[in-house]
């Protein structure tokens, strides 16, 4: 039986920043969800992301294609709490999510996860 890991050093810098940032979004969501009454398809994202950055840890591509596809849904949630709330905090928010969905399509990424992962 395989260790599983949280953070692979051996992968590319693109890609451990990218589960990093995974596990800090995916835990202030839910903390941010959790405490504003948050429940159903509201706490999805986060556990999604969180559970995207845990697969790309241990080189899965389901871990990949879930934390890129949920990084881009929480992007497009965060532009449209920024167009319905303009101010610091949804910018703020929004740097984040497009940090991470650059990471994750970054070229070098990509490469890695098309030749490494399972």
Sequence with gaps: ??????????QP????N???LCYFNAGLSLLFGLVAGGVGLLLLLPIALGAGGF??????????????VFA???LADAVLVFALLPGFGPILNM?????LFALLLHPMSR?????WFR
């Design 18 to 20: 990218a589960v990093m």
């Design 95 to 99: 740097l984040f999510i497009g940090v």
């Design 55 to 68: 697969g790309i840890a241990n080189d899965r591509k389901w871990g990949y294609w879930l934390a890129v």
């Design 72 to 74: 881009g849904l929480s």
């Design 1 to 10: 039986m395989e260790p599983r890991r949280w953070l692979d050093r051996s």
């Design 111 to 115: 490469h890695y996860q098309k030749i």
């Design 13 to 16: 810098q693109t890609l451990q």
